[in-house]
């Protein structure tokens, strides 16, 4: 079974950049459909990027244009650039399948905070 750790948040202000990390092990990037999500206080967790299997990369509309998602198959990892950050952006950022499987839980997240 998949298991996945996220990394790479912090402070950031706005207008910065962060990249985050998503290590998983269990399995490998390639045959799996991986997503960002966030949740930031008081609010739902929603997805923010999805790669799939095939490379293929999707966006919600708050991020799109500023964030990109990717993958590296020789560390077995999936990234986040977050470019042009806003406030709005902090959150706990979390990785998972998509859609999201219930016999795999969900890890720790990073926090990223950005300040205006």
């Known amino acids: 079974q998949a298991h996945l750790v996220e990394s790479g948040g912090g402070l950031a202000q706005a207008g910065g950049s962060l990249r985050l990390s998503c290590a998983v092990s269990?399995?490998?990037?390639?045959?799996?459909?991986i997503a960002w999500y966030r949740q930031a206080p008081g609010k739902r967790r929603d997805w923010v990027a999805i790669i799939s299997r095939g490379g293929f990369t999707n966006y919600a509309v708050p991020v799109k244009g500023r964030f990109t998602i990717s993958s590296d198959n020789a560390s077995n990892t999936v990234y986040l650039q977050m470019n042009t950050l806003k406030p709005e952006d902090t959150a706990v950022y979390y990785c998972?399948?998509?859609?999201?499987?219930?016999?795999?839980?969900w890890g720790q997240g990073t926090q990223v905070t950005v300040s205006s």
């Open positions: 998972n399948l998509f859609p999201p499987v219930p016999s795999l839980s």
């Open positions: 269990g399995s490998t990037v390639s045959s799996n459909t």
